[in-house]
């Protein structure tokens, strides 16, 4: 069993409540989750016991297998007619076994949460950490983000944020020659500051 057989499921037709809970627990935790690879091979036993209880409590959530069963019915109806006769009334399963399971799936499911955290954590841990932004960079982003903060009622007014854009200019260059950062870097944040009010403009012209 996959995870994307339980993706399939038509989750309406998944029952008891607590099956349909740790479907989408499996499916939400998979969503979240940046390595896919890593989650299918950690969460591969607990994929193949919940899909094995939704052939057992839900056969009707698995869509593949009611279009076969419509197919079926559409080529043999008189034989399938015949068979359901001769076919004994399968006894109903029992409620304690049922939620005896489905509480184990459930603690089985904390438990595979516990280890993708620690996967995580590990590989986390031997990524490379990826560098601190620069002063420089960092005043950029502090500039731009005041540029962001022009008022909605005031963000199709181009007059103003041409005069914003030569306050903020004017005060980044000052902030740059007082702090000593040099030329280059300093007309790097410049041009940064430039591209977004034009991307304004932009917008608000069209």
Excluded: W
């Amino acid at each position: 069993m996959t995870i994307q057989q339980l993706q399939a499921l038509d989750m309406s037709n998944v029952q008891p409540e607590a099956l349909q809970t740790a479907v989408q627990d499996i499916l939400d935790d998979y969503k979240e989750t940046n390595d896919k690879k890593a989650f299918e091979e950690i969460a591969k036993e607990n994929i193949e016991k919940v899909f094995l209880l939704v052939e057992r409590l839900a056969p009707n959530a698995i869509k593949a297998e009611k279009a076969e069963k419509k197919e079926s019915k559409e080529t043999s109806k008189k034989e399938l007619s015949d068979s359901k006769k001769d076919a004994p009334k399968k006894d109903k399963e029992s409620t304690k076994t049922v939620k005896k399971e489905l509480d184990s799936l459930s603690k089985d499911i904390k438990a595979c949460r516990l280890k993708i955290k620690r996967f995580n954590e590990e590989k986390r841990k031997n990524e490379p950490k990826k560098p601190k932004p620069m002063r420089h960079t960092k005043i950029k982003n502090h500039f731009i983000a005041i540029a962001n903060l022009i008022p909605p009622a005031h963000k199709d007014n181009v007059k103003m944020q041409k005069e914003a854009e030569k306050i903020l200019l004017r005060a980044h260059r000052g902030i740059m020659n007082t702090y000593g950062i040099n030329f280059v870097r300093a007309e790097a944040g410049e041009l940064a500051i430039k591209e977004k009010y034009d991307k304004m403009e932009e917008k608000a012209t069209k």
